[in-house]
């Protein structure tokens, strides 16, 4: 009985085929936002599921020079493990499937998993834009990691807890953490930008420079795939912003709705900013983000020692 | 130990296809890391042969060819054309069409600078930019149509003056269209100088200073940036333009942030010019009788292109049709600053570079290399060539 | 000195529709001077090919069948032109205008891009002709361009 569960969990529910719809879903939502800014169209609202079965179904060309057995396993790598962190994050407003105590830490690691695939993916193969385009994508990992991090961890402090559910309760019976860590929210929303590769930090796959950076050689299934991941991966990064900093788990409804607040936010984002030079990308995580993401932890780590010996 | 001479070269090849290159052109940019050592460019793929095949063609047919050698500044490769031959046959266009051709020339430059702006834009990642720019050139590309009949190669042209007359609804109209698009204007002024973000890509990168300007004879707003105060329209004034003058734009500091500024600002005054010859449109015919032959001679015609200055060295042995056209387009001059400005800039900042020239491949693909070595003759035919091209391409893909 | 400087223009967007043109669905008003198809007025046509000399897409083939009676017939080559409107500008007699409503010329054929214009019998005629003339070429064209004659 266990085990029907624990399969049902991982290819049906949360994980597997629904939040892989739903990741889709979320993505042309994106597209969609970002249109209607820019007083344009945008997609239909079957634009991704198109794009997804025609490229499962086109045939995968290994370019010379890869090795083969890399090259298909780093798509799969990328998407397993976006549904993995799946498994521990109370999505849809209802109770994760599976909880630890630590199981924050794996998720947010499970998450980086993606952008290292990417960036191994880009640099199995000879072409120059994707060997810029890894570079470039695992430069950006080292800048957007820590305070992204640092600020998944204030809510962590404040709740005295590693795991998730628990911070979520937390959070659902305190202040909306928006209000009592707002630098932390800030930094976490820039930080899913950057993990995601959305403007302004698409320095990764700049297509006026480089293409489609690590992923240029993909052209069938495992583009499919990458595609598939960041959609989950947009999906985990809404839900673990609403619930630690937009009041827990509350119900399906207002999940909804909080993680489509927070995707406008996103949406806007990226219609207002131009896309940021690498160097730029650095300067701006280390030399203000990563320093306000410290300063935070410091304040918040500061207050939670001087309660727990008060 | 033995240590190699030769660090291994990296270079990032951008084009013939590419999605920063909107024309063919091939360029090599050897990288260290991001920041570029070394540049080279190829250009040739869109080569067409429009000077050979004007040879081929009479004065009248020719003007419409030379109005495809550029998509977005048709209008001012026609009027160049007709200027010239007007010149060569000793006709003088009457002053109302020299009008016409003024406002369309204008209303091009518009459509232009607009698409650029677009163009960079997008070249920096700023697509929200690029989309409402874009959607506002849909506005003078309205008007043009208005007036010409056409939003590209409008064709407003013949010899010896223009087709359409402008009625006093169509000029209502345009100037309607003019309140909107100088609102705009204005507006984008304000986000390219004041936008932090896209500041950050366009301020001092791709400095030109005015010697190095002068030295590669650099044209065009481009040149304008960098101080070198030259605009055919105000140095050599022709059609409308002695009636009708403009004032000359002029940026000091070179970099990529100036040509984005006086490009806005050429708009603003195309926008006043507009409105000053609408207001007092000349009256009288708009074409004169042109002879079918021209009278032997040459001439050598220069205006300014959106794009910058552009000339034709037309010829005529007094026949029917001309015996050579040599047209030299702005793109040309402007290409050597793009490899000379890229070494030492980061890689992201090229597409950047290439596009603050507002290049144009197919206008400046013009030369024919005739192999002396295989027992080619020199001189070479519509036909010759034809079928040089045909048995080439049979050859590649044979191999 | 400010970030996201066009914030105006994407809250105005939030609540607007967009401008993009549902172009099959949603039609506009074409101006007067578009030009669309080139049409022939064989009534007033003199028979002086001034047009056919001039064009420069050479889409105009004038058949001269009997110049006192007027008896003309245009061949138009749609596909070749380039509607530049020289034909009307070269033409004295007024006998060539290009519409300003028939510009929606996309054809799932080749055969609508090859008008003839005339009296129904000189167009017989001159379609007759012109296949003599390229036979074996094109021959399963004759009944497409019969179609076309006006």
């Given at each position: ?310 | ?105 204008e209303?091009?430059r518009i ?74 204007i ?45 605009d055919?329209r ?11 003058p403009v004032n000359m734009m ?12 006086i490009?806005i600002k050429e708009l603003t005054e195309s926008c006043r010019v507009i409105?000053q ?123 | ?150």
């Amino acid at each position: 009985m266990n085990n029907i569960n624990g399969l049902i969990a991982l290819l049906l529910f949360p994980s597997g085929l629904f939040i892989m719809a739903g990741g889709l879903a979320y993505q042309w939502i994106d597209r969609k936002l970002v249109a209607q800014l820019q007083n344009r169209i945008g997609p239909r609202w079957f634009q991704p599921f198109a794009d997804v079965v025609k490229l499962l179904v086109k045939e995968e060309v290994i370019p010379e020079g890869a090795n083969p057995w890399l090259f298909q396993a780093m798509p799969i790598l990328a998407l397993a493990s976006a549904l993995t962190a799946v498994l521990y994050v109370p999505m849809f407003g209802l109770r994760a499937a599976y909880s630890f105590p630590g199981d924050l830490i794996v998720t947010v690691y499970l998450m980086s998993v993606l952008t290292i695939s990417i960036a191994l993916a880009g640099t199995n193969t000879l072409t120059r834009f994707s060997l810029v385009g890894a570079t470039r994508a695992l430069t950006q990992l080292f800048c957007y990691e820590a305070p992204f991090l640092l600020a998944l961890l204030g809510p962590a402090i404040a709740a005295g807890s590693w795991q998730i559910g628990e911070i979520a309760a937390y959070a659902g019976k305190n202040w909306w953490m928006i209000i009592t860590q707002p630098v932390g929210f800030f930094i976490a929303m820039v930080g899913l930008m950057g993990k995601l590769e959305l403007p302004p930090f698409d320095a990764p796959e700049a297509e006026t420079e480089i293409v489609a950076g690590a992923l240029t050689e993909y052209s069938g299934r495992g583009y499919a795939l990458f595609r598939l991941a960041q959609g989950v991966e947009l999906i985990v990064g809404l839900t673990l912003i609403s619930l630690f900093y937009l009041g827990g788990i509350s119900n399906p409804l207002f999940f909804i709705v909080k993680t489509l607040c927070l995707l406008f936010i996103l949406a806007a984002l990226q219609a207002l900013l131009t896309r940021l030079r690498i160097d730029q990308t650095v300067g701006l995580w280390w030399r203000f983000i990563a320093v306000l993401g410290l300063l935070q932890f410091l304040a918040i780590a500061i207050f939670a020692t001087w309660r727990w010996i008060g | 130990m033995h240590t190699s001479e030769h660090r291994e070269q990296f270079i990032v090849p951008i084009g013939p296809q590419h999605p920063a290159l909107k024309e063919p052109g091939h360029f090599e940019f050897t990288v260290d890391g991001e920041t570029v050592t070394a540049a080279s460019a190829r250009l040739g793929y869109a080569h067409r042969g429009i000077e050979k095949a004007c040879e081929q063609r009479t004065w009248v047919q020719n003007l419409y060819l030379f109005e495809r050698v550029c998509g977005i500044c048709s209008h001012i490769h026609a009027t160049c054309y007709a200027a010239a031959v007007e010149k060569l046959a000793g006709v003088e266009a009457p002053p109302r069409a020299q009008a016409i051709r003024e406002v369309v020339a204008e209303l091009e430059r518009i459509h232009s600078h607009l698409l650029w702006l677009g163009v960079a834009a997008h070249e920096a990642g700023f697509d929200t930019l690029f989309m409402y720019t874009w959607r506002d050139r849909e506005t003078v590309m309205d008007l043009l149509e208005v007036i010409t009949g056409n939003r590209v190669n409008y064709s407003a042209n013949i010899l010896g003056g223009v087709k359409n007359d402008i009625t006093p609804e169509q000029s209502a109209e345009v100037l309607k269209g003019l309140d909107f698009l100088e609102k705009r204007i204005q507006h984008y002024l304000h986000v390219v100088q004041n936008d932090e973000f896209f500041l950050q890509r366009t301020r001092g990168i791709g400095v030109t200073t005015k010697e190095m300007a002068e030295r590669l004879g650099i044209v065009g707003p481009t040149a304008r940036a960098s101080g070198v105060a030259r605009d055919v329209r105000v140095d050599s004034p022709y059609i409308a333009y002695p009636q009708f003058p403009v004032n000359m734009m002029v940026e000091e500091s070179g970099d990529l942030e100036a040509r984005t500024v006086i490009r806005i600002k050429e708009l603003t005054e195309s926008c006043r010019v507009i409105r000053q010859i609408l207001e007092n449109m000349p009256e009288g015919e708009i074409e004169t009788k042109m002879p079918r032959r021209i009278k032997e001679g040459e001439v050598l015609m220069r205006v300014e292109a959106p794009r910058g200055e552009l000339w034709y060295f037309v010829k005529s042995n007094g026949g029917e049709k001309p015996e050579r056209v040599h047209v030299r387009t702005p793109t040309i001059p402007n290409m050597a600053s793009v490899v000379a400005l890229a070494v030492g800039h980061q890689l992201a900042d090229i597409p950047m570079i290439l596009a603050g020239i507002d290049p144009c491949f197919s206008c400046q693909d013009r030369a024919v290399i005739v192999n002396y070595a295989k027992g080619g003759h020199d001189h070479w035919t519509w036909e010759d060539l034809r079928r040089y091209g045909i048995e080439y391409y049979r050859k590649q893909r044979r191999v | 000195m400010r970030i996201a400087t066009m914030i105006g223009d994407i809250s105005r967007s939030l609540f607007r529709k967009p401008v993009t043109r549902q172009y099959p669905f949603e039609k506009s008003a074409t101006p007067k001077a578009l030009r669309g198809r080139v049409e022939w007025d064989a009534a007033k046509c003199t028979g002086c090919n001034l047009c056919v000399r001039d064009c420069p897409a050479m889409a105009l083939d004038l058949h001269i069948l009997d110049r006192k009676n007027k008896q003309f017939v245009m061949r138009y080559h749609l596909d070749r032109c380039v509607f530049c409107a020289q034909c009307e500008e070269s033409c004295r007699f007024d006998a060539i205008h290009l519409s300003d409503k028939k510009w929606e010329l996309a054809a799932l054929t080749q055969d609508p891009f090859d008008i003839f214009y005339g009296e129904e019998n000189n167009v017989r005629t001159v379609v007759e002709k012109v296949l003599k003339g390229n036979a074996g070429q094109d021959a399963g064209k004759d009944s497409g361009a019969k179609a076309q004659a006006k």
